[in-house]
């Protein structure tokens, strides 16, 4: 008979909001601090009103084009997509107005529900033909990208309407509206992944697809809304882009796709799927358009950027690949 003595001792519990999440979030916020030290150590215009309201101004493609990369993600998939579709937003929208005389109201609804369509398109491709995400975003990432210089015949054109400007430019009480606007969806998101069954059946389906169909989760439904919700949401940043711009070009948004992995990857949300947040989502964000700031203050080369981009996308998925041994082995453990 074991003694009181030589049982072992139980693990100390982790207090309830020290989670796996909560540490994620903390120490991007630490890195965060540190970068905005860093930088305000190297230029002293990093630290001003005007250089704070340009980065609260053009956080809001990357950013709302993030909240729907992070739901594809937590459900296993991806869609290298985005960029292209919002490249494809702005030119149908401009093209519908310049050309075929819509109102320029219903233009951008059109444009916004075109990304909506590429979106379909790709979740009924993964789900029905069952053909790898990667593979399947990758085909309509050229796809798109091709439609879009087919339509505008390669061309620029501008749009000067002062309503449609003021999506991409104008501010509400000296903020952003952009910027108002991405928040506004961020809350929206976060309260549909943590309070309704649907985020909670996201988290399910990316940790085990076979088993989320046995517990009567509709995988297929989930999936086609996930990818449609993405084509929304890229075709919204496209319409912002061109607002911010006051003209449409195919050739937009190029890079958009990486740019948002690399913060959604950042944030914490695991390219494995079933993990991820908004928040850890939202401070990736922040992080890259903070990063690409303080480097063009800095006067560093555009190459050297896209250098320093590479290396944060490496240190994302080096990180999350660190959560998913550790995780495994917390698990294996507790086995």
Not at 172 to 182: Q, W
Not at 249 to 270: C, K, N, Q
Not at 317 to 335: C, E
Request: glycine share 12%; aromatic share 8%.
């Amino acid at each position: 008979m074991l003694s009181a003595q030589s049982a072992p001792a139980a693990p100390p519990k982790r207090r309830k909001w020290l989670t796996d999440d909560t540490l994620t979030s903390l120490s991007l916020v630490v890195s965060f601090v540190l970068l905005c030290v860093f930088f305000a150590s190297q230029t002293p215009y990093f630290l001003t009103q005007a250089n704070l309201s340009t980065i609260a101004s053009t956080i809001a493609i990357v950013g709302i084009t993030s909240i729907g990369m992070t739901l594809v993600l937590i459900t296993g998939g991806v869609d290298i997509s985005v960029g292209s579709v919002a490249a494809l937003s702005g030119v149908v929208t401009s093209l519908l107005w310049l050309e075929h005389g819509i109102p320029l109201g219903v233009a951008t609804v059109l444009g916004i529900l075109a990304g909506g369509l590429v979106g379909l398109l790709n979740g009924a491709i993964v789900t029905y033909l069952k053909i790898n995400p990667l593979i399947t975003t990758l085909a309509t990432f050229s796809i798109v990208r091709g439609l879009a210089f087919v339509l505008s015949e390669g061309q620029t054109n501008l749009l000067s309407n002062e309503a449609f400007n003021f999506i991409g430019r104008g501010t509400v009480a000296g903020i952003p509206f952009s910027l108002i606007v991405m928040l506004t969806l961020y809350l929206i998101f976060f309260f549909v992944l943590r309070y309704t069954s649907f985020g909670r059946n996201l988290y399910a389906i990316g940790g085990s697809p076979q088993a989320s169909r046995l517990a009567g989760i509709a995988v297929t439904r989930h999936l086609l809304i996930v990818y449609v919700i993405s084509g929304l949401l890229a075709a919204f940043s496209g319409i912002i882009n061109v607002s911010q711009l006051a003209s449409s070009a195919p050739r937009a948004a190029v890079g958009l796709e990486f740019t948002v992995i690399t913060a959604v990857v950042l944030g914490g949300t695991s390219l494995a799927g079933g993990k991820g947040t908004l928040i850890g989502t939202l401070i990736g964000v922040i992080i890259l358009r903070t990063l690409d700031n303080g480097l063009v203050l800095m006067q560093v080369s555009s190459f050297y950027q896209d250098v320093a981009r590479g290396f944060v996308l490496i240190l994302a998925v080096g990180f999350d690949q660190i959560r998913l041994k550790f995780g495994q082995l917390q698990r294996s453990k507790g086995a």
